[in-house]
């Protein structure tokens, strides 16, 4: 069952989030790194102090986002992974569709059940009241 | 002077300087210069001091003008041509020479070392640095603390309100109910019923989104609907957009008329006799149900127009907008009517017929007819191939080994429509509220017989059953006379109590008839087991009597009874038109004689005598037969 050919779409789509998924989390992390090593500091460059500090500000600032938007494309994942499961998991559609027909037939027997019986009621009770009726003085 | 940014290109003259005028006007032109001379004054002209470009460039033009003003000291000091160059290459090869010797001193590292010259040094201090980098990392720490907490109230308030479910729950309840799929970012769901087996071309799709959030927060709270279930919360995470053909409310009108008075409605509709309303915020499961009951009546009701288009009858049905009109019986029209509404306010006004209830078999006969064609589609009968186009019916398949003749054939091809169908429940439906309401109308009127009638239970669409059970109060165990009534569509079939079967039309007076006449067999035949019970002679009896004044509609029945001892006798005689009865009795030796001319002898008395009428509405005793007893108990004890 699991391992049951899937379409070369489907199969596209799942690569592609699992190669989400990596992504992100390699961004996370190198993002990270690059923060902590900007952090660290000691790197020789042609360019002022101040000039670097300000670079590193920025780079600062553009990498912590980076990892911001790397952990919203992973919830953004997991909400599509969920919708994806929710679409295809013919499984438990199915089993759901069995529930509801057991159910609507288990509505159904007791309604005619309930149907049998109020017609059996009713019957015994027009017995009576004809029985009633044309014995009474009325007629 | 602008002599920087235009470059003069000079050359020399064509002409020879003039070195002297003489009074009498003659120059006297410098004689050229010869190839040495001109090669000693470019030699000297070499300045390895100069480097750059723009040094050469400003000495250029220094050099050029100070050569204009002395260019004959340079002739004088150009002993040799290459001097000045030889001194300035001996002065570089010194310098290399040194500089070698103190580059080899300055390799070894033991006598000299070379130290950068400071340069001037920096203002910024360590602590600035670090202070620079903190307010860095504080400022990323700022945005990764803000994504933090975006995400994580994006969680709490999903947790918080519990009450408004999960977006992914919702789909997920929508994905157990409803079919869906995904086609490139939006979800588009379906609600035909074509998995159902219905061909109808109208694809019913819907589409899903994500609701926003802040525009229904405080929702109004739904007016309670009438007869549907309110929607506990009316707030979802879901979205259903439908196709605004199958918005609203639609329902299926079925009115039977006749001369334009309404005889029985019937308003189809699948969420109850209450229209739902179609308001924004009701619950998308809901919403759905609504649109696929528009999408049911639309299909239905274009199934039912095709058929009645196609339909070959003596009195066509006319298909006019969204209405069909088709003849059931003479005089009286089955109309079918979609009404749809698209529009919010519930103005789906109840017409005002006599009958307002709701006829719930002619609703669900509708229904079901269209079902069991979705049925059908979907369901073949065994054995069919499992792909590939179906094969013939299983009838079909029958008819070779059975040998089928062509009129057998012809009759499978035959299918039954829709409205050929409903047509009959129709009438069916007609003829039944005919013979109750004939029934009804006689067991009020008649007081003497009884008349009960026992529907059964047993029936289908078009055909029910009725016993009728004809007897007197009282005289149950003496006789009664059962009529058996068989509701078909266009007609009763009725089976009397000696067998015989009438099949009667769909005129209600037919059956009115018979049953006056069934009464009179019925106080005829009770007389008679009276009679029996009584011990009185059965003499005659006739339910067809020939005799006595014209009946406008069936025969007067008879009967004629003698007591015990003979000498009294009793002449029954009812007619079913006036319901009347007239009885007379005879005595046959009157107990008192007195011989008169003709008849002498009292013997003769024997041959009958004269019948007289008895006023029975003077007599005492509830009803006919007692009344009847009386007199057989009165007259046998005379005796």
Known sequence: MANRALPQSKEALLKSYRTRLKDDVKSMLENFEEIIKLAKGDHDTQLSRLTQCEQDTYEMHVRAANIVRAGESLMKLVSDIKQYLILN????????????SKLFRTKQAECDQKLMTLRDDVAAELYDLEEEYYTSPNK | ?????????????????????????????????????????????????????LDLKREDTTDDSKSDIDPKDAFQSSLWPWDSVRNKLRNAHQEVCVLADVLAIAKDKRYMVLDPVPQEPLETKPMVQIYARKKALAGAANVLLTGAEKLKTSQNEAVRNRTTPDFHIELLRLRQNWRLKKVSNTIIGDLSYRTAGSKYLQTGTFEVTKAEEDEKTNSPPSSPLPGGIVPAKPSSALKVSIPSEL?????????????????????????????????PDMHWQQKLEAAQN???CKELFNQLAKEAVQLQNPIPHMVVGNQIMASVLPSIQLIIALRHSTSGDKKIEKPSHSRSEHDHVLEHSLHQLLREVHHKNTHHPFPHPATGPLGPSKKRMMAGPMAADRYELLEMTKQETLLEQIVRQTQHFLMRMRTEYVLDTLAKEFKDPLITSHWSTHSSATRSCVKITILTHGYDAVHSTPLLVYIAEKGLKCICRDGRVMNLSYEPQELRDLIFYTINQHRIQIVIGLAKVMGWQILENSNHLGIGAVEPLGNAASCLLASPTGDRIIAVRCEPQANAIHVSVAHSPRTDFFPGRLVTERKWEHLGGQFRDVRMDKMEGKNFLYKMELLMASLTSNS
């Open chain 2, 294 to 296: 528009v999408l049911f």
């Open chain 2, 1 to 53: 002077m602008a002599f920087n940014s235009i470059n003069i290109s000079v050359e020399a003259p064509i002409e020879n300087q003039i070195q002297e005028i003489t009074y009498d006007g003659m120059e006297i032109y410098q004689p050229p210069l010869t190839l040495s001379e001109s090669l000693v004054k470019y030699a000297q002209k070499i300045d390895f001091s100069k480097t750059t470009d």
């Open chain 1, 89 to 100: 998991d013919f499984p438990s559609v199915n089993e759901a569709i069995t529930q509801n």
């Open chain 2, 247 to 279: 918005q609203g409310v639609a329902y299926i009108e079925v009115l039977c008329q006749k001369d334009f008075e309404d005889l029985c409605s019937a308003n189809i509709n699948f969420l109850g006799s209450g229209a739902p309303s179609s308001n």
